[in-house]
Structures are given as structure tokens and as C-alpha cells.
């Protein structure tokens, strides 16, 4: 079973900052496509941000110019910074790993909470 470890949620109040990282299985990182999902109570999952094996990224149009995604292959992790957090960034974010060719695999982490509150 392949495991995304994920760490840096937290409560931070509005304008500050967090970075969250992921940490990856060599075999896992080196060829998959990364990426950070967040889901808020009652609502569903959505694509936050996400970075390719070539380092091409895609971010929502809710982040934009806020938040950065990068990834570290000396470390097997991606992480992602977040800047002039709003209290509707609050959510709880998943670390995705995507393989996008066939055999297509997907894994998730667990989790982090981030709580954007004053």
C-alpha cells in the first residue's frame, strides 16, 4: 500500500501563512504526477493545485497568486506554501499522487486540517 505522508496543517489566523508538505515513495514520486485536493465540510473534494514530473503547474483560480506548489526530488516531497490565507481556505488538504498514463493509479493521503480563523 502505497503512503503520502502529509504534515504542516494547523490553525493560523487571516493573512498569515502555512506550508504543507507531502512526502512520497521514491517509486512513486519520481514518475507520478503531484498534487493538493482540499474538501470543506459539506462540500466536495477540489483540485487546489497540482505539478507535474516536468514541473508544469496548475492552480485554482480561487488560489492564484496566493499559494505555490513545488516539489523536491531530493526528498521525495511536494509541498505547498500558502500565502494570505482567507478563512474560506479552511478545509481539510490531501496530498494526491497521479500516474497519468495507463496503468492510470491514483493514491491519497490522510489528510491535514488547516484552519484559516482570527
Known amino acids: 500500500q502505497v503512503q503520502l505522508v502529509e504534515s504542516g496543517g494547523g490553525l493560523v489566523q487571516p493573512g498569515g501563512s502555512l506550508r504543507l508538505s507531502c512526502a512520497a515513495p521514491?517509486?512513486?514520486?519520481?514518475?507520478?504526477?503531484m498534487g493538493w485536493y482540499r474538501q470543506a465540510p459539506g462540500k466536495q473534494r477540489d483540485l487546489v493545485a497540482n505539478?507535474?514530473?516536468?514541473?508544469?503547474?496548475h492552480y485554482a483560480d480561487s488560489v492564484k497568486g496566493r499559494f505555490t506548489i513545488s516539489r523536491d526530488y531530493a526528498k521525495n516531497t511536494v509541498s505547498l506554501q500558502m500565502n494570505s490565507l482567507k478563512p474560506e481556505d479552511t478545509a481539510v488538504y490531501y496530498c494526491h499522487a497521479h500516474r497519468p498514463y495507463l496503468p492510470i493509479r491514483s493514491y491519497w493521503g490522510q489528510g491535514t486540517q488547516v484552519t484559516v480563523s482570527s
Open positions: 505539478i507535474t514530473t516536468g514541473g508544469f503547474t
Open positions: 521514491r517509486s512513486i514520486f519520481s514518475i507520478y504526477d
